[in-house]
Nanobody, 125 residues
Framework: QVQLVESGGGLVQAGGSLRLSCAAS????????MGWYRQVPGKQRALVAT???????NYADSVKGRFTISRDNAKNTVYLQMNSLKPEDTAVYYC???????????????????WGKGTLVTVSS
């Protein structure tokens, strides 16, 4: 069973930095894309950044130039370096693994998506 565990959230002042990490565990053969999404109360979960196994990256316009996503394929881990944080970046940040091929209950399952439980980032003004 694949599990995603996020870490690195917390409270920071505006203009500060945080680094989020997300490690995928389990018997994993391939993850197509890993990424970060965020959600605030009353709103839908929104894309922050994604990175494919080949290194193609996509950012939300609101974080371009401030956030950097990276990935260690060997460790099935994705990172999000967040600089110049703003109060509007406050949210629960969720890790996502898309298009995963992994061993699940004795069978190799392809094309599954998994989510972490989320980590809270609070940016004070």
């Amino acid at each position: 069973q694949v599990q995603l565990v996020e870490s690195g959230g917390g409270l920071v002042q505006a203009g500060g930095s945080l680094r989020l990490s997300c490690a995928a565990s389990g018997i994993i053969f391939r993850i197509n894309a890993m990424g970060w999404y965020r959600q605030v109360p009353g709103k839908q979960r929104a894309l922050v950044a994604t990175i494919t196994s080949g290194g193609s990256i996509n950012y939300a316009d609101s974080v371009k130039g401030r956030f950097t996503i990276s990935r260690d394929n060997a460790k099935n881990t994705v990172y999000l370096q967040m600089n110049s944080l703003k109060p509007e970046d406050t949210a629960v940040y969720y890790c996502n693994a898309e298009g995963t091929t992994a061993l699940n209950r004795g069978s190799v399952i392809t094309g599954m998506d998994y989510w972490g439980k989320g980590t809270l980032v609070t940016v004070s003004s």
